[in-house]
């Protein structure tokens, strides 16, 4: 009796090891193939772990809002910061906060935009547990979350060159204007929306981390007329002022500025390439105020930034 117990246990151990193996295999492969699928899905997210080591000073991360609105080369073209957009769709602040542990074995950005649009994803307890468990599991098993690559498989995908060209900016030159009425954005409320407390509880983390590291932290918020609104806005406001870190709402300070009839890819949710020229041109322009980041036009360590700008330039002229 024993002995089979024995053997059904160093069968059972057998069994996980090599599931372990086929998921280790299946998700190297899945992030080799993930250049040439959807532009939607931002893969080109990963590239900034392609970089080379210390080299980025400035990184914005969180949902699709940010490889939309953040373009790293104009920062580049202006200023000569070095500048990185890690965005992906509908992220959640648990895979916020396990990006973050991945980029800071290879990077230590001087400043640490978070988008916080991820804090208001999971409403409940129950939701949040879940996202909180799929990161956790994604960060051992990347398959989790870059299954959809499998289904899109070809051989030439494997041939992609690693790293993004756009710093993992994503070129969105559609326009859809807002079905509704301009006035109505952003209106005037002393009101709040919460947040749920492990999302709170998460975001802090991240902020800790990032301190633990030396980063300046700034919360952001990505203008969008079909999600963001004053409540939040106050919400948030609060919660910066709790956790002692800047706070800027592009909503608010780029209000009258962005136009939702020329500068959205989808109706409101989204900027394309002319409203992401000016969430750019701000956020360059707080960065410079703010205190000094090095400019590395100059470098030769960076030339091939300069060269990532020439082709950028000539992909952009096909959407002016």
Not at 199 to 228: M, N, Y
Request: proline share 4%; aromatic share 12%; net charge neutral.
């Amino acid at each position: 009796m024993r002995n089979a117990k024995y053997l059904n246990l160093r069968k059972s151990v057998v069994f996980l090891l090599i599931l372990a193996l086929l998921l280790g295999a299946l998700s190297e492969l899945s992030i080799l193939l993930d250049r040439n699928v959807n532009p939607l899905f931002n893969y080109a997210a990963r590239d900034l772990l392609d970089e080379p080591k210390n080299s980025i000073d400035v990184l914005v991360i969180g949902t699709s809002d940010v490889y939309s609105a953040v373009s790293p080369l104009l920062l580049w073209k202006d200023y000569g910061y070095a500048g990185f957009a890690w965005g992906e769709p509908a992220q959640r602040i648990f895979e916020t906060h396990e990006y973050l542990k991945k980029i800071y074995r290879c990077q230590t950005p001087k400043v640490v935009f978070l988008e916080i649009g991820n804090l208001y994803r999971d409403k409940s307890d129950a939701q949040n547990l879940d996202s909180m468990t799929k990161a956790y599991i994604a960060d051992v098993f990347p398959i989790v979350t870059y299954h959809r690559t499998l289904a899109n498989f070809s051989l030439a995908n494997l041939q992609a060159k690693p790293g993004s060209v756009t710093k993992g900016y994503l070129i969105r030159g559609g326009t859809v204007r807002v079905d509704s009425d301009p006035d109505t954005y952003m209106e005037p409320d002393s009101g709040t929306a919460s947040i749920n407390y492990f999302s709170q509880q998460e975001l802090t983390a991240c902020i800790d981390l990032c301190r633990a590291h030396g980063s300046k932290v700034v919360l952001v918020s990505i203008p969008s007329f079909t999600d963001w609104n004053m409540e939040k806005h106050n919400t948030v406001t609060a919660l910066a002022q709790q956790e002692q870190v800047s706070y800027l709402d592009l909503n608010v300070e780029l209000r009258g500025k962005i136009n939702w009839d020329t500068d959205t890819a989808d109706g409101g949710k989204h900027l394309n390439y002319k409203g992401a020229q000016k969430v750019t041109a701000y956020l360059g322009q707080y960065l410079y105020a703010n205190g000094p980041l090095p400019d590395h036009r100059q470098d030769s360590a960076y030339d091939v930034w300069n060269a990532d700008y020439q082709a950028y330039a000539k992909k952009l002229v096909s959407f002016s």
